[in-house]
């Protein structure tokens, strides 16, 4: 089981640290300590970057390719991500289509003529709506 759980966050690291590294600033180090499956039968992987355990990050495996988003504590999403993707943080999908037009930028109507599939848009619209979530806590924690 153990090797399973180790072979299963090597074999997801790369798409994990691609989503962070594109997504977020300052990204130096990511460190995978653990698996679990969830009530609903999703697992997810969970760790820490550059080397702070208070920066955490869970990274459910949400697609037919593994990780997509990387959900991430508040700390980590508040100090580190770039500002342009603070409301549209870019899927691991995403990511590598854009990487497949050789480094060519796509702009915002080439994204919306982009055909996804449904588990794609319910992974955004869920990584969204918590976006939206932490943010409300946040401002009503400091009211």
Do not use: C
Request: charged residues 35%.
């Amino acid at each position: 089981m153990k090797h399973q759980k180790q072979e299963l966050m090597q074999e997801q690291k790369p798409r994990i640290e691609k989503y962070l590294n594109y997504n977020f600033n300052n990204i130096k180090s990511v460190t995978l300590t653990d698996t679990y499956t969830n009530p609903t039968g999703v697992t997810h992987i969970k760790g820490y970057v550059n080397g702070d355990e208070k920066l955490t990050i869970d990274a459910p495996l949400s697609s037919k390719h593994g990780v997509e988003v990387v959900d991430t504590s508040d700390e980590l999403f508040d100090d580190y991500l770039k500002e342009k993707y603070r409301f549209n943080v870019r899927s691991v999908s995403d990511i590598e289509a854009e990487e497949k037009e050789n480094g060519k930028e796509t702009s915002s109507t080439d994204e919306s003529k982009k055909e996804r599939s449904v588990a794609e848009i319910i992974v955004e619209m869920k990584a969204f709506e918590e976006n939206i979530f932490k943010n409300s806590n946040r401002r009503n924690n400091d009211s």
